[in-house]
Every structure is written in structure tokens, then in C-alpha cells.
């Protein structure tokens, strides 16, 4: 999956030029109109130049509060460990001053207690060290020096190595070194070799009077002094948090990272150190050396920037993206935290990201219209029109049926559903929805439709997150799904739709899909998770096809819960994620005896990223199995029902025909 788009992506990078990015002023507008931030400042560019900037909004909401200007200063927070912290470990590997295996206790010796002498910079920069997420002295008017001795003394919170948690910890840690190695304050190394070198005329580390002017207010009493508590207590001179800056400078670290170490013939880091720091570093962990990328595709950063991009987010509402296949950088500046920190932006992260790259590759609206299903008293279509920030002029529903043969083009603005009446439920034979360019923008291809008059198979598109370049990709995978047995009706519904309409005791199968580019679990609803087994327990039949647990069961905020989910519905409990297991599938029951599929190939549509190493238990049985023993597939029983699970997205399997063959096998086991 790693390199799943850069196929995708070499045909656009010559249209990225010359392009309006009106889009963004409505969705920065209505985030301010909604009060998620007071203001933004957004930059976009590339290797060569800036494409788009722009400041939003004023200061805080008070009515006469000042305009923000593009030279507005941001508390970056977070930003603090890409933007001050990893340049200057970078600065120091490039001038072989420093060995990222080297032991940290090497450069601070105390910080050797507690179990800690085993630690090394490669564990920082990664957040895999053991030290715990954040630390609140229990005195608020303790020195400096005091706060980091108690930091250099803290015991860990799990075995280094074992687990990523990503920790302020770490970054003040690492300032720590880089000041041992220096013998000055990594204020004075950063502006040595970063500031001074890339002439950044707006980033500072404790803003003085004059400069606090022009800063952008975090609270009420805070402007121009960190937000971050722990970064407050050091003074403002921390790893973690505590830089200051705009847009215009970012972005001229941005190309420099871009430009792999160099901006306009001034050498900052060869470009094996830039490559070193920015790629991802292990299967398990989504983390790069210092900086995060979208690796799982589940970042901040949207759907459609490629797997490889890099970047970093901040608490107070910033953010920093890095695609190094387009050449392209996105900086988004907020102060979401002002006045309560109670207001979000990562919808307004995403957002941004992915109308970004729709707006320079031309890509398909994605999507201004899902097909939400057919109401089956009603005999109704259902549209789900949720997407108000890319202009179309107009958007056709083509439904073909054996009495209708027709383009709908009476989508209102206002609208949220779009009903179109008089249509048999089982006359229709597909439906598909068009944009102006009577492009097919159908979030489940072209197989949303029946077969049969009493559709006895839900199949159920759980692709919530699932990015328009990736839709065409998919089509094969879903094709298998019309593919079954002759004597099979069926069924095709989105998700939402699925859970808030359908009676799943009508079906005796149903179908989970979700692709390999979806970014939501489908069983975060615990109300769904109920309703399914019940309807397993009562004799239903689920087949589960998808990669999510391999992802969220990984991560630490939500492995807990989806593990739970998995025991009480799979019969199973979750090992580890065997990411980018390149093998061969062999189906260990008798039943699947002789069928044997490349999996993860080169050739496949995608280089898989996640097979689930799961461990049957109770009645549980291995259905499928990797030839190093990996578990990739299961069959359980619960109640009068059964289930399988494919721990992977159907679309990972080279062969169409082992494709069709291995859904025939498995509709046999549930018919039988």
C-alpha cells in the first residue's frame, strides 16, 4: 500500500499552476463562521514556488478585534518538534556530531536512571522510548533546571521498543541533547543553522515586546507566550512546543525539505539525512524519525495525499503536510484553541488536504452525492448529497430499469436527500451518479442495484473514508460481489444508510466491505456492533472483509476497545499487525483445500500494509494462513449464525479468478 498512488499521481503534476483555490475561502470561512478557530493562515506550494496564500479572520471573535495579516505569528505548539527540534538532530546527524543508535544517557547522565540507560535517540524521535506521554511537575514555581532533572528521573510507563506513544517527553529530551553536544541553548543552534542560513525573518523562540504585537492570542490573557504548560514552565525554551512563526517561513522550510536539504543553493542537510528522517521507519507505527506520515492513511492529512507524505500536528490548531511525490507542502496556522479549547479542526484538516489535491489534478468530486440505497416501502432512491465546498452545475442520477431509462437532474441546493419515486425496487438494474462531466462519481462503482425480487445478501459498502482516486481501483474488488452464485439475490447499501433503515434479520447473509484506503472502523457505533450479533446469534451470516482492526487495534487510543469487539464477535483476539508480509496464502481447512493466491504482490493493486495476526479461540477455526504462520482469515460460529473474517481488503489479491473462486467457497459454508 505504501506506494499504492504513486502510480496515480505522475500523470497531474503539470497541472499545478495557475489554479484559484476559491474552494478554500469557503471552507476557511464557514470554520470561522462556525466558530472552529478566530482565524487561519494557509499556504500552499511546491519544490519551485507558492501556489496559494492567504489569511482569514481576526484575532479572536470580539467584534473589534484585528484583522490577521499573512505575517501573523502563530504559537506553533506541536510544530515545535519538526520545525525546531528534528531540524536540529537532523543538523547534527548530517554533521556526524551525533548517531541516532547512540545511547541517550551518552549525552545526559542522568537521565540513565530508572531503567532508562537502554534508551537511545532513535526511541525519541520515534516515541517508542517508554517515557510517559506528558508530565505535570507537582509544584507550579519550579526552576527550569528542576523541571527537567524531574523529567531526566521520571520512570518509565512501558518497555522501550514495545509500543509508540507519542510523548512531549521525548522532544524535551532531545533539546537536552542537542544543548550537551552544542554547549549552547538549541535556541542559538537553530538560529545558527536553520533562522540565520534560510534568512526566516518571522520565527523566534520567546517573542519580544515588540514582535507579541503581531501575534496571534491563544486564551484570553495569553499572546505571544507559549500555550503549552509544560513548554510555559521551561520558559518558552523547550523541545516540545514554544516556537514561534508564520506561513511565509514554514513554507520556506517546507521547500527546503522539498528540495531534499537545499533552498535557493543555500545547503541546509544532504539529502540522504532528509530522506533518513522523513520516511517511515517501521510497519507498525506510522511515525518517521521526529516528523509523522500518512502511511496508515488515516493522518490529519486527508485521504489523498500520497502514503509517503510527512508532517506533524499542533495543539493549537496547526498543522504541516508534506507530500514528497508531488511536490507539494500544505501549512495550515489556527488558534482553535482560543477562547475555552473546546473547538476541533481536524474535519477542517482533512478537508483542506483533500480539496487541495482535487483542485489540482481535476480529480472527480468526491463525492457531492452517495447513493444511500433504495427505501424498500417506499421503493424510493435515497441520495445523501454532504458535500457543500466543490461548485458543480449540476449533478445527474442515472437510473436504468426496465420501465425507466432516464437522467434526474433535480438535485436541489438545500437538500440534503434527493428522492426519486415511482421506481420498482425490483425492476431497477443500476443506478449510477454522474457529475457535469457525466463522470461516474458512485461511491460503490456501478454495482449499487438488485438482483431477484427478495434480495436474500446485504452487501454493505463500509468505505467511509475512501478516496475518489482510489474508487477505480476498487472496482474489481467489488465486481466480485455481483459475481455470486446465480441462485443468490441481492442487496448493495452504504453504510449510514444500511444502519439507520435496514431490517438485517430480512437478509440470511450479510456483506462488511471496507477497502484498504478507509480511514473509519465500522464498528466504532456500539449500537451497530449490537444489532449485528443479534442478528448472528439468531441465525444471520456475516462475512467481514477489511483491514481495519490491523490498523486501530495498533493503536494505542483505540486498541482497547476494538480488541474487546473483536474477542465477542470473531471468537478471536488480535496478536500484533503483520504489516508488509509479502506471502502466500494457504487455506488450512478442508474446505479450502488446493486454492492458493499471491497476496500483497508487487502486482497486486495495492502493496498491502496490514494482514491482521489473529489467534482463534472458543470455536473459532484458521481458514486462511500465511506460510510463516501469520492468521489472515478466520470462521467462527456465535449463536445459530457464522461468520468469517478476512483480516484484508479483497483488492490485495492478485488473481480475479482465486477472487470469485474464494467468495464461491465461502457462500457455500454459509448455505450449508
Given amino acids: 500500500m505504501k506506494f499504492c498512488m504513486i502510480l496515480c499521481l505522475c500523470f497531474y503534476f503539470s497541472n499545478y499552476y495557475a489554479q484559484s483555490f476559491s474552494f478554500i475561502d469557503k471552507l476557511v470561512t464557514n470554520s470561522i463562521s462556525n466558530h472552529t478557530t ?9 519544490d519551485k514556488e507558492t501556489l496559494f496564500q492567504k489569511a482569514f479572520g481576526t484575532d479572536t471573535y470580539e467584534k473589534y478585534s484585528t484583522e490577521v495579516t499573512i505575517n501573523s505569528i502563530y504559537d506553533l505548539a506541536s510544530l515545535t518538534k519538526v520545525f525546531a527540534t528534528t531540524l536540529c538532530v537532523m543538523k547534527l546527524v548530517d554533521d556526524n556530531k551525533i548517531n541516532i543508535n547512540d545511547f541517550v544517557a551518552k549525552y545526559i547522565t542522568k537521565f540513565g536512571t530508572n531503567d532508562k540507560d537502554s534508551i537511545k535517540i532513535i526511541n525519541l524521535l520515534l516515541h517508542n522510548s517508554g517515557l510517559p506521554s506528558y508530565y505535570t511537575p507537582k509544584e507550579k514555581n519550579m526552576e527550569r533546571q528542576a523541571v527537567l532533572d524531574s523529567i531526566f528521573n521520571i520512570k518509565k510507563a512501558y518497555t522501550t521498543g514495545s509500543q509508540t506513544i507519542y510523548s512531549c517527553l521525548n522532544f524535551i529530551t532531545l533539546m537536552n541533547v542537542v544543548e550537551s553536544i552544542t554547549g549552547t541553548t538549541m535556541y542559538e543552534f537553530y538560529k545558527k543553522s536553520i533562522i540565520e542560513p534560510l534568512n526566516l525573518t518571522h520565527t523566534y523562540f520567546i517573542p519580544d515586546n515588540t514582535v507579541k504585537q503581531n501575534c496571534i492570542s491563544t486564551t484570553p490573557n495569553l499572546k505571544g507566550e507559549v500555550h503549552d504548560p509544560l513548554a510555559h514552565m521551561l520558559k518558552g525554551l523547550s523541545g516540545n512546543a514554544g516556537l514561534f512563526s508564520n506561513t511565509t517561513d514554514l513554507g520556506i522550510i517546507c521547500q527546503m525539505m522539498l528540495n531534499k536539504g537545499t533552498y535557493r543553493d543555500v545547503k541546509i542537510f544532504s539529502s540522504e539525512t532528509v530522506e533518513l528522517f522523513t520516511k517511515q521507519w517501521e510497519p507498525k507505527s506510522s511515525r518517521a524519525l521526529g516528523w509523522d506520515t500518512n502511511g496508515f492513511l488515516t493522518s490529519s492529512a486527508g485521504t489523498l495525499f500520497s502514503p509517503v507524505s510527512y508532517g506533524h500536528t499542533g495543539y493549537t490548531g496547526t498543522s504541516v503536510w508534506i507530500d514528497p511525490i508531488r511536490k507539494l507542502f500544505v501549512v495550515l496556522l489556527t488558534n482553535r484553541v482560543y477562547p475555552d479549547d473546546s473547538a476541533v ?59 425507466k431509462f432516464a437522467y434526474y437532474d433535480s438535485l436541489s441546493s438545500n437538500s440534503n436527500y434527493v428522492l426519486i419515486e415511482n421506481i420498482e425496487k425490483n425492476k431497477i438494474n443500476e443506478v449510477k451518479l ?5 463522470e461516474n462519481i458512485s461511491t460503490f462503482s456501478s454495482t ?38 446465480e441462485s443468490i439475490s441481492f442487496e448493495c447499501s452504504a453504510i ?38 443479534k442478528y448472528i446469534l439468531n441465525g444471520g451470516n456475516l462475512l467481514v472483509s477489511g483491514s481495519e482492526f490491523g490498523w486501530f487495534l495498533g493503536r494505542t487510543e483505540s486498541g482497547v476497545k476494538f480488541n474487546k469487539i473483536f474477542s465477542e464477535l470473531f471468537n478471536s483476539k488480535y496478536i500484533k499487525d503483520n504489516s508488509n508480509c509479502h506471502n502466500i496464502l494457504g487455506l488450512k481447512d478442508s474446505k479450502f483445500d488446493g486454492l492458493k493466491f499471491s497476496f500483497g504482490t508487487e502486482q497486486s493493486i495495492f502493496i498491502t500494509k496490514t494482514s491482521d495476526v489473529i489467534a482463534p479461540v472458543n470455536n473459532a477455526e484458521t481458514i486462511l494462513e500465511f506460510e510463516n504462520g501469520g492468521k489472515a482469515g478466520i470462521s467462527a460460529l456465535l449463536g445459530k449464525g457464522k461468520i468469517v473474517y478476512l483480516s484484508f481488503p479483497i483488492e490485495t489479491i492478485n488473481e480475479k479468478d482465486v477472487k470469485v473462486e474464494l467468495f464461491k467457497r465461502i457462500f457455500d459454508y454459509f448455505m450449508n
Fill in 345 to 403: 479542526v481536524s474535519d477542517l484538516r482533512k478537508q483542506l488536504h483533500n480539496y487541495t489535491i482535487m483542485e489540482l489534478e481535476n480529480l472527480p468530486t468526491e463525492p457531492i452525492i452517495e447513493f444511500y440505497g433504495i427505501d424498500s416501502n417506499k421503493g424510493k432512491v435515497i441520495i445523501n448529497k454532504n458535500n457543500e465546498y466543490i461548485s458543480v452545475d449540476k449533478t445527474d442520477i442515472f437510473v436504468n430499469s426496465s420501465d
Fill in 434 to 438: 454522474l457529475n457535469n462531466k457525466k
Fill in 38 to 46: 478566530p482565524n487561519a493562515n494557509v499556504i500552499i506550494g511546491n
Fill in 448 to 485: 449499487f442495484g438488485f438482483r431477484g425480487d427478495n434480495p436474500n445478501v446485504l452487501i454493505i459498502n463500509a468505505c467511509k473514508g475512501e478516496s475518489t482516486a482510489k474508487k477505480a481501483l476498487n472496482l474489481s474488488a467489488r465486481e466480485i460481489y455481483t459475481n455470486l452464485h
Fill in 496 to 533: 449510514d444508510y444500511a444502519k439507520q433503515n435496514l431490517n438485517l434479520s430480512d437478509y440470511q447473509i450479510i456483506v462488511l466491505y471496507s477497502s484498504e484506503d478507509s480511514y473509519f472502523p465500522f464498528f466504532e457505533d456500539s449500537s451497530f456492533v449490537n444489532k449485528l450479533q
